[in-house]
């Protein structure tokens, strides 16, 4: 079907998605839950937030948190995690050339992107579900209430896997009022459009529906460029231009049903189809030639900018992955996603409420690349199909009587089945090709766990807090291998953990403004199998592919004040020390993933955050500084490509080889970790003279130096920079619509927080003579410019 036609069929759906306004109106401007008090615009701690599952304003939470309410959501177009890390400092980001969704990392606490099977260091939290792969990055944050940051261990409420931090997200509910809105967008640059439609409003007195639906059409930001052949059979043009080029649907239907005041049942559906022409590996640039060209490439350029070299596997080397769908050598990367929600409120009592969140999520794949990085096509992955299914299931039992003590008590289980297949790795030297062969990945997987929070007020201005949670896991493997020219190899494996996670708070108001508080926490990650354990290494017999569980303790605390009604500050400090901390590499000389246990690590540091509403009619001012100290305190890695004994490989001699195989990075930096991050920047609102609204603001982010890689080569450094955004909004009086510029990384930066050599590239480590090879890198979008028009016939 052709993308003309696709469009069409796409924006008849979301034109029928525009349900009727001919229904009786409920009371009041908007549904409850949508999580911005009056004002909260320019007052961040006047959002309500559910860090420890009950409604509470910013300003009463005791932990680091920073909120983005629906307003500042749409003014600064946050419409992935990606955007969001722009205005959070110590958040970072990337993609990722497999199935596992990408990376995220807070405070340098982070798991990497290599391993699809195990879980994230800093989770995501969709409408109340833990999803289990960061691939819901890319499709849960349109139509978006608000958006929660949490900054380091979160175990007694978010379970296993937050030992770095969560962002949650809440996707907006049914107005009380009938509201019809379409909205279309532009980016100048990538020249990518977007169509969007929404409906939402009551249906009866007792049940509301939200629906929205969005097409869009991408027509790639990076240019995809080429050499002359000059003969060379494996230098071919790549069939695409630009990338990423395709096309994505998007469609989310919310329902409420409140028969009464004690009962309460919301339900979420959401369905996002991605078709990408071009594999994922195309995110990755050849940044670094340290020999001054291209190696195993003709010559073109080494920087990461806007232009990406890549050219076409030739067909009868993709004829060599059995079994594999007809597909050009460029490869693509075609998904879809389900996630369903179903959150029931019922008070026993009107001061105890029984909650439960049902949840499910569905992640189907298939992705194929030519891995080569460079116009010569030495390296195909011609097919790999991902697929995962979770359902989580989660109760509690939470108090609110007017006594000085209240709980929460819960309850959660989750099971978790994943396939991941590969069926071959194609080396391509005239004249005959290699497959490294075929190889499937089933990992089912169950975890239980129950938790609970006492909440003391021992006088008016002081309370303590204190809880638990115990978590069991179970994980099963099946592996299955089959090389080119010997016996399928079968392995089956099996892990369990169990942990028990504390936490205790006390918080002290000095004044109905300001409040400190401090914290101790436990957390922990439970160990699995390493998804990136394949492709050399098991055809080179290797099945070493597990690893251990990470665990983490430490304080926090810090103060929040709320000064002459006009200042918002937020200060925190925190120390946490992790215990085999889960980090992952990309080993060149196996062709795969490793994911590693560091053996100890310690992180610290101070942040703050201000808000200002300046004595200047609708001026706003607006900052934030991370200053983070994060260190591995004994960890020996393996050697980076090209490092010889005098740059430091000089632990564990292999006799065999005379070469050594580890480096000592203990006392060093983590990767991902910049010492300094920094936001800053202004919000300027008035009613213009003839009945119009302008909203203007500028906002600037800075990060010094940090390795993108673990192994700490020269060539991984990303040096620090600067990036402004700006955004100018015009609305109507009746806000019956508006126009938005928005720019985004205006100073043209081109950065990145995951890098790599090459495969192929390089030679040895540990040894005299060691090659370092080429570095490649997932590289930042550029310069942007978007422009967006939103109608609104009926609000």
């Known amino acids: 079907m052709s993308r003309v036609s696709n469009r069409i069929i796409y924006g008849v759906a979301a034109m029928a998605l525009l349900a009727p306004a ?72 990337a993609e990722s050339s497999v199935s596992s969704g990408g990376s995220i990392s807070l405070r340098g606490v982070g798991s990497g992107s290599s391993n699809y099977l195990g879980d994230q260091a800093v989770s995501i939290n969709v409408d109340g579900m833990q999803i289990g792969t960061l691939n819901i990055r890319k499709s ?14 979160q175990a007694l409420f978010f379970g296993k ?15 009380h009022d009938h509201l019809v809105e379409l909205q279309t967008g532009y980016e100048t640059v990538s020249q990518d459009s977007y169509y969007q439609a929404l409906y939402s409003g009551p249906i009866s007195d007792s049940l509301g529906v939200r629906l929205v639906a969005r097409y869009s059409d991408l027509n790639g930001y990076f240019n995809i460029k080429s050499v002359p052949a000059n003969g060379d059979p494996l230098v071919t043009k790549a069939p695409i231009d630009s990338w990423p080029y395709g096309e994505e649907f998007f469609a989310r239907g919310t329902v409420v049903f409140e028969p009464n005041d004690a009962l309460r049942v919301k339900g979420k559906l959401t369905y996002n189809e991605s078709k990408i022409e071009g594999g994922s590996i195309l995110a990755q640039q050849r940044i670094i030639c340290p020999l001054g060209a291209p190696q195993l490439q003709p010559d073109f350029p080494c920087k990461a900018d806007r232009d990406n070299y890549a050219g076409n596997g030739r067909p009868e ?30 008070k026993l009592t009107p001061d105890l409420t029984a909650t439960s969140v049902s949840g499910y999520y569905l992640f189907d794949e298939v992705n194929a690349h030519d891995a080569s990085i460079g116009p010569r096509a030495v390296l195909l992955v011609p097919y790999l199909p991902f697929e995962m299914n979770q359902f989580t299931q989660e109760v509690r039992l939470a108090s609110d009587w007017d006594f000085p003590v209240n709980f929460t008590l819960g309850a959660f ?12 790795v194609i080396t391509a030297f005239p004249p005959a090709s290699f497959s490294i062969g075929q190889e499937q990945t089933f990992q089912d997987q169950e975890a239980f766990s129950v938790f609970g929070q006492l909440l003391w007020d021992v006088t008016e201005r002081l309370e303590i807090s204190g809880g638990v949670r115990y978590s069991e896991e179970e994980k099963d493997l099946r592996f299955l291998h089959r090389g080119v020219d010997v016996t399928a190899n079968l392995a089956t494996d099996n892990l369990s953990f169990d942990n028990l996670s504390p936490e205790l708070t006390v918080s002290y108001d000095l004044t109905d403004d300001v409040m400190l508080f ?75 993933f490793k994911v590693l246990n560091a053996a100890a690590a310690k992180v610290r540091g101070l942040e703050a955050d201000v808000n200002w509403r300046t004595p200047a009619e609708g001026l706003w001012i607006r900052g934030s500084l991370a200053l983070n100290d994060a260190k591995f305190e004994d960890f020996l890695s393996g050697c980076y490509l090209g490092q010889t004994v005098a740059l430091g490989c000089n632990l564990n001699l292999n006799t065999t080889t005379g070469a050594y195989l580890q480096q000592d990075l203990s006392g060093r ?20 003279s003839n009945g119009m609204g302008l909203d203007l603001t500028v906002d600037a982010t800075y990060s010094s130096d940090y390795y993108a890689n673990l192994r700490q080569s020269p060539l991984d450094v990303q040096d620090a920079y600067t990036k402004l955004n700006a955004s100018l909004r015009l609305f109507g009086q009746d806000d019956k619509w508006e126009l938005s510029l928005v720019g985004r990384n205006l100073t043209d930066e081109y ?7 090459i495969t192929l590239t390089g030679g040895g480590s540990g040894i005299a003579g060691a090659i370092p090879g080429d570095r490649s890198a997932i590289v930042s979008k550029g310069r942007e410019v978007f422009l967006k028009l939103t109608y609104r016939p009926i609000n």
């Open 751 to 757: 950065t990145f927080n995951a890098s790599a050599p």
């Open 669 to 688: 930096q983590m990767n991902n970790a910049p010492d300094v991050a920094a936001t800053g920047g202004f919000l300027y609102s008035r009613q213009l």
């Open 518 to 592: 401090g914290s101790y926490k436990e957390g922990f990650k439970s160990g699995g199998f390493d998804g990136g354990f394949t492709n050399g290494a098991i055809a080179a017999g290797n099945f070493a592919n597990t690893f251990d569980e990470e665990t983490v303790t430490g304080f926090e605390g810090g103060v929040k004040a709320t000064l002459f009604d006009q200042l918002v500050l937020n200060v925190t400090a925190y120390e946490f020390d992790y215990e085999d901390l889960q980090v992952g590499a990309f080993d060149p000389d196996s062709i795969s």
């Open 317 to 346: 080397d993709v004829a060599l992955a059995a079994g594999a769908p007809s597909t050009n050598g460029i490869g693509f990367r075609n998904n879809q996603q389900v996630l369903g929600t179903v959150q029931v409120d019922y």
């Open 161 to 175: 896997n937050s030992p770095g931090g969560v962002i949650s997200m809440k996707t907006a509910d049914p107005t």
């Open 140 to 153: 849960a944050q349109i139509d978006l209430a608000q958006i929660e940051v949490l900054r380091g261990p």
């Open 413 to 424: 289980y989750e099971t978790r089945d994943t396939y991941g297949a590969q069926d071959a």
């Open 22 to 93: 001919g229904f009786a109106q409920a009371p009041g401007a908007d549904a409850p839950g949508e999580g911005v008090v009056e004002d909260a615009q320019a007052t961040m701690n006047k959002i309500i937030v559910t860090a420890r599952k009950r409604d509470e304003l910013l300003e009463d939470v005791p932990t680091a948190i920073s909120a983005f309410g629906a307003e500042d959501i749409a003014r600064l177009n946050l419409v992935s995690i990606d955007d969001l890390s722009s205005f959070t400092p110590g958040l970072q980001t």
